[in-house]
């Protein structure tokens, strides 16, 4: 690792540590993370909207292609000069006078991202479930290919089990029936599948999190090796340095924690002498 890479890498172990920070409570170190990673982030994807949307769809620089242009517009596709006129509508939003001009390209978008997002939705989130509820049941295949398998999606018994979870879950919300007797056992099977549907999900996302939280983790032990010990240091004669600035950064955030510290203390002080 040169030096160059190292600056960014502790850079970004500054920005790691700073976010946990928030875990103490709001500080100007989590302000600052923050701040640079909507920054970043607002950015980025402004550079991807100029060069995969603005740039090669209405600002053209070459003219070997034959068409004509008028104020870099391609004369071959006119069409674009709809949504470029839209685009346009936005920037009112900076004026008191004409912003609700904005307003029209902006319900334009919302109005196709809907109609775009519904059919989508309804595919891959209600259609797909309907086919999988309305799949025959392998009987061949009961209990799993070859031997019992509890977990093997394909088999008929998570077949009948998905059919009977569907069915028992639109149970549990038909509400023009007291949920009493038979009807309230298949309720109550609903709400269970429902609550381990719920469960599922919830900890699908808590595993994305922690996965997060582990690679964050496994970065800032390498970079702790690499930042101590010299001999797995590319650059070795960088290696005290590495340190000192490891350090700095150390003392950074032990002189603010103390800081808190002695400002809790006394006002802690101050409201008992109230």
Known sequence: MDFTTFLWTTFAAFLTLATFSFLYKDNPFYKIAEHIVTGVAAGYFAILLW????IPKLVFDRLEDGNWYVLWLDSSKPWYLIPAFLGLLMWTRFSMKWQWVSRWPMAMYIGISAGIAVPL??????????????????????????????????????????FAGVIAGLVYFFFSKE??????????????????????SFG???MARISLFINRMQFLKVWGLEAFNAAETPNPGHSAFYQIFFWLLVLLVAGYATLEIVRYAKSSVSQTRK
């Not at 309305?134 to 998570?158: E, H, K, P, R, Y």
């Not at 009493?180 to 469960?199: H, P, Q, R, S």
Request: glycine share 14%.
């Open 204 to 206: 699908f996302t808590v």
């Open 121 to 162: 939705e309804m595919s891959n989130r209600v259609n797909k479930q309907l086919y999988d509820t309305m799949a025959t049941i392998d009987w061949a295949n009961f209990l799993g290919q070859g031997s019992f398998n509890l977990f093997d999606v394909q088999s008929g018994l998570s077949q009948l089990i998905v």
């Open 179 to 200: 949920h009493k007797g038979i009807f309230g056992g298949v309720a109550t099977f609903g709400i269970w599948i429902l609550m381990i549907g719920f469960g599922a």
């Open 51 to 54: 060069h995969n949307g603005l």
